[in-house]
């Protein structure tokens, strides 16, 4: 790489990123229009049968958005997954691709890939192919996978038990092997850096906390939104956010109700499952996909967060925070902001019945929601803005880039 030329980065996602609905795909799109003045950014994901138009499509925009090459890749998934493959997860089993892998191996073999960035665990499988060529950096966003009681041990009674602790071992015994092809792990809080932490060397994990768009969330103080109104926003695909919705409206809605019989809960977000589709009732209107979260999150008086699951931090908190509409939320909803405080920038409950009451205290209580929301965006802005996640990835990348090891 000539001196002062932009560094080549080669980002390795499982799907198309762009439109953004997830957590996940928010981030990633952000941190590349950040880096894309930085480096020299190309970007690589499958596209399964009958999504080529909309894949092309997704290409062409993000170029235009500053990436220099986008790579599409016809999904060919296999089942030939070898003795190790059968030992994957079955999450992980279902993007193991020999096409794909040749893809990449083609891009790398032409020699213009300085790093590679792979996100979710799902391209970690390709942490082994990628480090023969290049300095690999994974992104895991979900430590929860390697935790059985916040990911396996599902509140309801299963039959799948069983299969659910052979999973968890795979799961942890999956990460153990790709982690060593990493030379960096990019952890989103501290609390998930602790537990990547048992299955590689801690030298070798650096934190780059989930963040939020200031721009796309500017603040809105009170006056103006609906009384009342709660809402709860997530992507139902994800089983946490599917928990959470179904706790929050047959454990705590009834109890909410009975001290607030005004109030009325929206459930904001894309792929309504079955069972959150069956919680609508004359006070639970199920909204979801919508082009933009922000005006549900405009109009609210609460933010309702009873995510008992997973771990790391909570985008959807940080989008309530920078909002301005106060949050209401478990513990484990939040364990990993420990700047946010409990009664200085949000409510802290821990049990339905305290859940409902300080629901209704909000929707009561002008002065309260109002020194929460002023607080809670001034601290957003200080620890979670997209700026500041760019330049700690940047750090990471950095570092690498110049150390002995790796200069080419």
């Known amino acids: 790489m000539p001196d002062g030329a932009r560094p080549r980065v080669l980002w390795v996602v499982p799907r198309m990123m762009w439109p953004a609905v997830s957590g996940g795909e928010i981030r990633v799109l952000s941190l590349m229009r950040r880096l894309a003045g930085r480096y020299r950014l190309s970007l690589m994901f499958p596209a399964a049968a009958g999504q080529e138009t909309r894949a092309e499509a997704t290409a062409l925009y993000l170029e235009r958005q500053g990436l220099e090459k986008v790579h599409v890749v016809r999904r060919s998934p296999s089942r030939d997954l070898g003795a190790f493959g059968r030992l994957k997860p079955r999450t992980i089993q279902d993007f193991h691709d020999p096409a794909f892998a040749a893809a990449l ?6 020699g213009k890939t300085d790093l590679v960035q792979l996100e979710f665990a799902e391209m970690g499988q390709y942490a082994r192919l990628a480090h023969r060529y ?30 659910a602790g052979i999973e968890w071992l795979r799961r942890n015994l999956y990460e153990f092997e790709l982690f060593r092809h990493c030379d960096r792990v990019i ?8 537990i990547f932490g048992r299955l590689t060397d801690p030298d070798k994990i650096r934190v780059v906390p989930t963040g939020v768009n200031l721009e796309n969330f500017p603040f809105r103080p009170l006056e103006g939104r609906e009384p009342g109104s709660v809402v709860f926003v997530g992507f139902y695909g994800h089983y946490p956010n599917e928990d959470a919705a179904v706790f929050l409206c047959r454990d705590i809605w009834p ?18 499952t079955p069972r959150v589709h069956g919680l609508a009732d004359e006070s639970v209107e199920v909204v979801g996909t919508v082009p933009d979260v922000h005006p549900s999150l405009a109009r609210a008086r609460v933010f309702a967060a009873p995510v008992r699951l997973g771990r790391g931090i909570k ?5 309530a925070f920078a ?17 946010a405080r409990d009664g200085e920038h ?36 200080k620890s979670w803005g997209h700026d500041r996640q760019a330049d700690l990835l940047d750090e990471a990348y950095r570092e690498l880039l110049s150390s002995p090891n790796f200069l080419r």
């Open 315 to 319: 985008g959807k908190i940080l989008e």
């Open 105 to 110: 191996r083609a891009v790398l073999d032409e």
């Open 187 to 194: 952890a989103l809080s501290p609390a998930d850096a602790a």
């Open 346 to 381: 949000l409510l802290i409950a821990r049990t339905p019945e305290e859940f409902a009451r300080k629901c209704a205290e909000l929707l009561r209580e002008e002065a309260l929601s109002t020194r929460l929301a002023l607080a809670a965006r001034e601290l957003v802005e």
């Open 134 to 163: 290049a300095p690999t950096v994974l992104t895991e966003h979900d430590a929860g996978f390697l935790t059985w009681n916040r990911h396996y041990q599902r509140p309801e009674p299963s039959r799948y038990a069983g299969e």
């Open 255 to 272: 109890r909410l109700r009975e001290l607030a019989p005004e109030a009325r809960l929206r459930l904001v977000g894309s792929s309504p």
């Open 323 to 339: 909002s301005g509409v106060p949050v209401v939320a478990l513990p484990q909803s939040c364990e990993a902001m420990p700047d």
